[in-house]
C-alpha cells in the first residue's frame, strides 16, 4: 500500500456514490445541523461531517464535585492516583501509588473505606500500575505487575480471588471490560527476532481464564522518532521519542468489543466493528504550532536525550509547523466516541512554571512553558458529530477519564500540583466566569 493511512483489511476499495446529509436536533429547545457525506468504500462504510453538530453549539464540562485537598485527614490527600474507575452507583475508586492505597468514595464524595493494603497475599497488591475496572457483576479488578497477577474485590471490599498476570509487565494503557463481562489488557510480544508488533490485547474470561489475544489494526505507519544511545564497556542504554507534534497512531477499546483507532496525520478514525468497518472523519483546519511553543518543545526534547548522551544532537525530523489532527481516543461506556483534538497552545503564567531541579551532573533542565487545553470532539458510534466539549485548565488525560453519557470523572491538578478527583457533566454553552 502506498498511502500511509491505509489499513489492511482484506477488502478491495471501491468508491460508491457519495451522500449529503442533515440532522436537525435539539437541546434545550434549539436546534443545530449536521450536514455529512456518507461513502462507501470497499467494506468500509465513511461518515464524513461537513459542517455542524448534534449538540445546538459548543459544550464545556462543568464540575460538580471535587475530592482532595491540599491538607487534612489522609483519606481526601491525593499523591499520585494512577488508577480511576466508576461503579454502576457512581461510588468511586483510586487508586494512589502515593502510599500505595486503593480507595473508595460514595456517590457525593464521601470516602468509605481503603481497600486492600501493601503486599502480597490475599486482598494485596504490590507496585501496581493502577490499572482499574469494574466487572459486569461488580467485582473491582486491580492490575498488580508487582506481583504478577490480578487482584479483584467484590462490591463490599472483600478479597475476592485473583488471577494470574501473564508477563507481569508495566503499561500505562488502561484495562477495558465488554458487556460480557471479558477483560481486556495490554499483551506484549516476547520474540524479539522478528519486527514489533503493534497493539495486542489479552482477554480474559469472568472467571479469570485467559481467553485469545486481539491485534489492533495494522496500520502502514511509521511515527517521525528521535533516538539517543549510551554504549559504555558492556552497558547499554537507549531512548527513542516521538518527535513533538508528530502523528501517531492512537487507539482505544469499546465496550461493544471492537477497537477504535487511526493515525493522526489525518482526521480519520476507524470503528473494527464485527458487523464492519465505519470510518469517521471530519473537515477541520490544522492548528499552527507557536514558534515560542516549538523553540520550547524542542529544548524539552534536546534536555531528555542529553540525560542519556550528554553530546546528542538532533537526529530526527524536524518538529513539523501544525500539529496532529488529534491526539488520542477514548471510548465511553455508552460506546460514544471522545477524540481529544490538537488546540492552540498557550503560555503558562509565569508564577505557574514548575522549575525543575538541578541534576546531580549540574545541568540546569529546561521548564515547561507551554501548555495546551484539553477539548474533545464527541461522536456517535453511526458516526454522527455531536459536538465539541472543552475541558478546564488542570484537566488531566492520566489516568484515563470515565466517561458515562454526559457525566466525566478525571483527575484534576491545580497550580500547586495538587490532584483532586472530579466529577464533571457536560453543558451547552460558554461556562460562567
Known amino acids: ?27 434545550a429547545g434549539a436546534a443545530s445541523r449536521w450536514v455529512a457525506e456518507i461513502d462507501t468504500v470497499g467494506d468500509t462504510i465513511v461518515v464524513r461531517t ?12 462543568a464540575a460538580d464535585l471535587r475530592i482532595g485537598q491540599l491538607e487534612g485527614q489522609d483519606e481526601y490527600l491525593l499523591g499520585n492516583v494512577t488508577g480511576l474507575a466508576v461503579g454502576p452507583g457512581g461510588e468511586m475508586f ?17 470516602y ?39 487482584q479483584l474485590w467484590a462490591p463490599d471490599g472483600q478479597p475476592a480471588g485473583e488471577w494470574r498476570y501473564v508477563g507481569g509487565f508495566f503499561t500505562s494503557t488502561p484495562m477495558f471490560v465488554d458487556t460480557a463481562g471479558n477483560t481486556y489488557t495490554s499483551a506484549v510480544d516476547f520474540n524479539f527476532r522478528g519486527p514489533p508488533r503493534g497493539p495486542r490485547l489479552a482477554i480474559y474470561r469472568p472467571d479469570g481464564t485467559a481467553a485469545d489475544t486481539i491485534d489492533a489494526p495494522d496500520w502502514d505507519f511509521e511515527a517521525p522518532t528521535i533516538m539517543a544511545e549510551n554504549i559504555s564497556g558492556q552497558s547499554r542504554s537507549r531512548s527513542v521519542n516521538n518527535v513533538p507534534f508528530s502523528p501517531t497512531e492512537q487507539w482505544s477499546f469499546s465496550s461493544h468489543g471492537y477497537f477504535v483507532a487511526g493515525v493522526s496525520n489525518r482526521y480519520a478514525i476507524l470503528l473494527v466493528r464485527p458487523e464492519g468497518l465505519l470510518r469517521i472523519e471530519r473537515l477541520d483546519a490544522p492548528v499552527a504550532v507557536d514558534a515560542s511553543e516549538k523553540a520550547n518543545a524542542e529544548e524539552l526534547a534536546v534536555s531528555n536525550m542529553r540525560r542519556v548522551d550528554s553530546s546528542w544532537k538532533w537526529n530526527g525530523p524536524g518538529i513539523p509547523d501544525t500539529k496532529p489532527a488529534f491526539q488520542s481516543i477514548r471510548v465511553a461506556e455508552d460506546a460514544r466516541i471522545w477524540v481529544r483534538i490538537s488546540m492552540p497552545g498557550e503560555r503558562i503564567p509565569e508564577d505557574e512554571v514548575d522549575v525543575p531541579a538541578r541534576r546531580p ?18 461522536f456517535e458510534p453511526d458516526g454522527r458529530y455531536v459536538g465539541r466539549v472543552r475541558a478546564p485548565t488542570g484537566f488531566s488525560m492520566n489516568p484515563a477519564p470515565v466517561i458515562r453519557g454526559d457525566t466525566v470523572w478525571a483527575i484534576e491538578r491545580d497550580a500547586l500540583g495538587v490532584q483532586r478527583l472530579v466529577r464533571y457533566h457536560v453543558r451547552i454553552g460558554q461556562p460562567s466566569q
Not at 502515593?98 to 464521601?110: C, E, F, I, M
Not at 481503603?114 to 486491580?142: F, H, M, N, W
Open 1 to 27: 500500500m502506498t498511502n500511509s493511512q491505509n489499513v489492511r483489511t482484506g477488502g478491495a476499495l471501491t468508491a460508491s456514490l457519495a451522500v449529503a446529509l442533515a440532522a436537525a436536533c435539539g437541546e
Open 50 to 61: 461537513i459542517s455542524g453538530g448534534i449538540w445546538a453549539g459548543e459544550a464545556h464540562l
Open 94 to 110: 483510586i487508586y494512589d501509588n502515593q502510599g500505595p492505597s486503593l480507595r473508595k468514595y460514595d456517590v457525593d464524595g464521601r
Open 112 to 150: 468509605l473505606a481503603t481497600i486492600g493494603r501493601e503486599g502480597g497475599g490475599p486482598g494485596e497488591y504490590k507496585d501496581s500500575d493502577g490499572a482499574l475496572a469494574i466487572l459486569k457483576d461488580g467485582r473491582l479488578v486491580l492490575r498488580d505487575p508487582g506481583n504478577a497477577r490480578f
Open 361 to 378: 551532573d549540574g545541568v540546569q533542565p529546561p521548564a515547561r512553558r507551554w501548555r495546551e487545553p484539553v477539548a474533545f470532539d464527541v
